[in-house]
T-cell receptor, first 114, second 117 residues
């Protein structure tokens, strides 16, 4: 079965520190990849997505992610985090065939301290 | 971009009663919608796939008689939690993709926080 693994359950960083959140998926076929953010008390927002082409994807709020096909990975990065980046981050994968649902990772909680 | 609207955003009900949650695609037709459930501080777990004009497909462990799904039109899917119990309290989220072709992202409703007392 298709699965998505997020390695870090809770990450605590100081403001201006660099961020990298890991995401690996198990499906071997063609996939679309996503990162979503959920701020406290709010619904999911799309940060960025990868469908094809350049494996380095830039999203909103200074986030980027790199698709490494050989490693089945899609890690999220940000050079310098801010306190407002405190949120839950979810990696998600869609198998690129038919009208299939997103499969989510367990999420990583990011806490940014001043 | 495409919009998926969910209603209500919050509902409190008594144990034993039923609650209906609506999910609408506002500017596109969705032959398929997906229902997720999110427990506090956990990830979204797919409950079922709602197909317009046919029966929903439930994930393993999800009781189809408890979580009734109706997808009567191309823009509306409903989830009814029947005989709700406190353990059904959760955040329910619907989603729809723009189509069946490749490279289409999913859009999410705002979610419904259900509290059963």
């Amino acid at each position: 079965a298709q699965s998505v693994s997020q390695h870090n359950h809770h990450v605590i960083l100081s403001e201006a520190a660099s961020l990298e959140l890991g995401c690996n998926y198990s499906y071997g076929g063609t996939v679309n990849l996503f990162w979503y953010v959920q701020y406290p008390g709010q619904h999911l927002q799309l940060l960025l997505k990868y469908f094809s082409g350049d494996p380095l994807v830039k999203g909103i709020k200074g986030f980027e992610a790199e698709f490494i096909k050989s490693k089945f990975s899609f890690n999220l990065r940000k050079p310098s985090v801010q306190w407002s980046d405190t949120a839950e981050y979810f990696c998600a994968v869609i198998r690129n065939s038919g009208n299939t649902p997103l499969v989510f990772g367990k999420g990583t909680r990011l806490s940014v301290i001043a | 971009g495409a919009v998926v609207s969910q209603h209500p955003s919050r509902v409190i009900c008594k144990s034993g009663t039923s609650v209906k949650i609506e999910c609408r695609s506002l500017d596109f037709q969705a032959t398929t919608m997906f229902w997720y459930r999110q427990f506090p501080k956990q990830s979204l777990m797919l409950m079922a796939t709602s197909n317009e004009g046919s029966k929903a497909t439930y994930e393993q462990g999800v009781e189809k008689d408890k979580f009734l799904i109706n997808h009567a039109s191309l823009t509306l899917s409903t989830l009814t939690v029947t005989s709700a119990h406190p353990e059904d309290s959760s955040f329910y989220i619907c989603s729809a993709r723009l189509g069946v072709t490749k490279n289409t992202e999913a859009f999410f409703g705002q979610g419904t926080r259900l509290t059963v007392v």
